[in-house]
């Protein structure tokens, strides 16, 4: 049986499943190409909705680094994570709500993604991205 964990920013500290962590460690230590290559699966993929230039399918942890790098340099590494909201995570499925900001080239973007994950033996597998407003998002990185 999977124990479901749901954890609150700024309740209770402790986190009480490994996937929490995992997760957590994605986004406090957003776009370490050494964290990626440790928490993401050989495999695994990381799906960015929309029509912008940064959407697409990642295939592997290069891949995922490089978006992840390609995020900060189109943001003047002004791109952040300001806070993850809540994660709720399982052994198979978890999810992240992570309150983001950037700045480029005069614009401004300040939203909540929720990013769905699929995990297989302690690694990523698969991250999907729902952005709260695609369309603003699309604007930004365009």
Excluded at 35 to 57: L, N, Q, T
Aim: hydrophobic share 40%; net charge negative.
């Amino acid at each position: 049986m999977n124990s479901v964990v749901f954890s609150q920013a700024g309740g209770n500290d402790e986190v009480s499943h490994p996937n929490e962590a995992l997760l957590r460690r994605v986004f406090d230590e957003f776009g370490d190409p050494t964290m990626i290559a440790e928490v993401f699966a050989e495999d695994a993929e990381w799906r960015e909705p929309g029509s912008g230039p940064i959407s697409g399918c990642y295939r592997g942890p290069q891949a995922i680094s490089g978006l992840f790098a390609s995020v900060l340099s189109r943001s003047d590494e002004t791109f952040d994570v300001l806070k993850i909201e809540d994660v709720l995570a399982d052994d198979n499925h978890g999810v992240a709500f992570v309150l983001v900001e950037g700045h480029r080239a005069g614009r401004h973007i300040r939203t909540t993604d929720a990013i769905v994950f699929d995990f297989r033996d302690g690694k990523i597998v698969l991250g999907r991205v729902l952005s709260e407003d695609q369309a603003e998002v699309d604007a930004f990185w365009d």
